[in-house]
């Protein structure tokens, strides 16, 4: 069946260091869409990427993320942390569109100063 | 301004109650899902709605059921909640299926004692 495997536990970083949280996957399926949730304290998961397009970089909010099929990965980049990316993060995996996500366990990011 | 909301946002119950969670949107979206987070074992789906009275399980649907008889509306019912149902609740709706962005709602913590 599908799985999504990522960077586990807790990322604990200095402000300004760059970010980097892996997530691979597993499907049968030939064209995946993998998404980043990211999730802060005290609000609702949120939809950070998303792509189904292979070796396209796809960027929101400072943060960038390529789908490589040939890798089955989908990598989570920031150049430089800040204090507010400071939340847990979802890599998550839809095979088709009938079904649900899939999620990673899912990695909490502590950033300090 | 695109929302979901669910009720309770808290709740405690005793081992063997029923327990019923509501989950609304207003953005007309055909799909509703339930999912239950925990820690170290990230979301995890229990039910997909494709539209009224049109449900299929999740990977975790045992000891749950759901009802939707509203687009807008998605209920999660525990028929005799046991203790390893604590958990944090999840509502999320998409616009068709999970390839389309998910919006989550802002959870529901549940306690059962």
């Known amino acids: 069946g599908d799985s999504v495997t990522q960077t586990e536990g807790l990322v604990t970083l200095t402000e300004g260091l760059p970010v980097m949280l892996n997530c691979t996957y597993q499907t049968i399926y030939s064209n995946p869409f993998l998404f980043w949730y990211v999730h802060y304290l005290n609000e609702s998961p949120r939809l950070l990427l998303k792509?189904?397009?292979?070796?396209k970089r796809t960027e929101h909010q400072g943060f960038h993320a390529t789908l490589h099929k040939s890798s089955s990965s989908f990598h989570l980049q920031k150049s430089s942390a800040q204090l507010s990316d400071s939340a847990l993060y979802y890599c998550?995996?839809?095979?088709?569109?009938?079904?649900?996500?899939?999620f990673g366990l899912g990695t909490r990011v502590s950033v300090f100063p | 301004d695109m929302k979901v909301t669910q009720m309770p946002r808290y709740l405690i119950k005793r081992m063997g109650e029923n327990v019923l969670l509501e989950c609304g949107q207003d953005m007309s979206h055909e799909t509703m899902y339930w999912y239950r987070q925990d820690p170290g074992l990230g979301l995890q789906l229990i039910y997909i709605s494709y539209d009224v009275d049109s449900n299929s399980e999740g990977d975790i649907p045992k000891g749950y059921r759901v009802s939707r008889k509203k687009r807008e509306h998605f209920s999660l019912i525990l028929d005799s909640a046991k203790t390893n149902q604590t958990s944090v609740y999840f509502c999320a709706s998409s616009y068709g299926g999970s390839q389309d962005t998910q919006y989550f709602g802002p959870g529901t913590r549940l306690l059962v004692l």
């Open positions: 998550a995996l839809s095979e088709n569109y009938a079904q649900g996500l899939t």
């Open positions: 792509s189904s397009t292979d070796n």
